[in-house]
């Protein structure tokens, strides 16, 4: 499975996204099928390593057989959530898949059963064994392969993040799959590569609802001395959605009645039909993950795509709550940072 990394950017454009689909589109997509067809498929590789190089440096792009089309090309962040909406916008601009070409910007289970870089010996995956270790929100991992006492630890641990995204996908790696441990030897619980999808894959349906969406937890502490109530959807991860790369948090206060200092339920009937209001006006912009209550005060957090006006949207939506005062702080967070301490 040939991984590319670009080179350095040598172009700036103002629509690097567009100009590389007009490239694709217009001539190169079957430049590079052909080239497929004839097993030289480096012969295309400079040009799509500028392209795509010219939209971030550090996408990196891959070429392998489709799940429903011949073939597929995926672009992807590198695991990097910094630039995962890069690589979504990319993917979102993409003309429909057809007979020859599908498209994807993570990578996904497939077909390929060695993997081939750094100049070594094609790796079998299926060589590989596996620790798992799940709790209450993930799935541990350690990962062993014959090949490590041979190779370098970097090798190890890029070749143990390949076999899971090849083997998981990389969504799937991402969003259930806790701590990554490269094992130097074998384990003693250790079990086939094989044994990994359906641990997970089953660990996945316990925690997402029956039409696949994301399931919602309650959290209670306490912040600053005050009951602290939150609701967030669970898992809470970027790669589920990475083109909302801006954090909105909506502060809205209310007045406090209860010793607690929660809501009393009239006013938790106006705050949940405030938050309503405000999702409304977002649309497909961005979606509310997680909200926090305790001591008067409601906190909203929405993430949205940064290159829309969603946060304008929301600023314009939240006049006319007459209880207390509303804010909005905005920031650029593609790895959803500011919500880490509800994710589990």
Do not use: C
């Not at 700036?12 to 100009?19: L, N, S």
């Amino acid at each position: 499975m040939p991984i590319f990394k670009r080179r350095k950017r040598t172009v700036v454009e103002a629509d690097p996204i567009g100009a590389f689909w007009s490239w694709w589109t217009g001539a190169g997509a079957a430049q590079v099928a052909d080239a497929i067809a004839r097993k030289e498929p480096t012969e295309t590789s400079s040009a799509l390593t500028d392209l795509i190089g010219r939209i971030h440096q550090d996408l990196e792009w891959e070429l392998g057989p489709g799940l429903h089309a011949k073939h597929a090309l995926i672009v992807t962040a590198a695991g990097n959530p910094t630039h995962r909406a890069v690589a979504r916008r990319w993917l979102r601009a993409a003309p429909p898949s057809d007979e020859t070409w599908e498209y994807a910007d993570l990578r996904r289970p497939g077909p390929a059963f060695t993997i081939r870089f750094d100049g070594l010996p094609p790796i079998p995956v299926d060589e590989a064994v596996v620790s798992i270790e799940p709790d209450a929100a993930s799935i541990h991992v350690g990962v062993h392969h014959p090949v490590f006492p041979d190779v370098p630890i970097d090798v190890q641990r890029r070749v143990t993040f390949l076999i899971l995204d090849l083997v998981l996908g990389e969504e799937m790696v991402e969003t259930w799959v806790g701590a990554i441990e490269t094992l130097s030897s074998a384990p003693a619980d250790a079990v086939a590569i094989d044994s990994l999808l359906p641990a997970v894959a089953a660990f996945a349906a316990e925690h997402t609802l029956e039409d696949g969406s994301p399931a919602w937890k309650m959290l209670e502490g306490t912040r600053d001395g005050h009951r602290l109530i939150a609701t967030a959807e669970y898992p809470l991860r970027s790669i589920r959605r990475p083109h909302l790369d801006t954090h909105v948090a909506v502060s809205i206060g209310y007045p406090v009645v209860r010793d607690d200092g929660l809501p009393e339920s009239d006013m938790l009937d106006e705050l949940r039909a405030f938050e309503d209001h405000l999702t409304d006006r977002l649309g497909g912009s961005g979606n509310l993950l997680a909200h926090e209550t305790s001591a008067g005060v409601r906190i909203l957090h929405y993430y949205t795509d940064g290159t829309t006006p969603a946060g304008a949207q929301l600023q314009a939506a939240t006049t006319g709550w007459p209880h207390g005062k509303v804010t909005i702080t905005t920031n650029p967070d593609p790895a959803w940072h500011n919500v880490s301490h509800l994710a589990g």
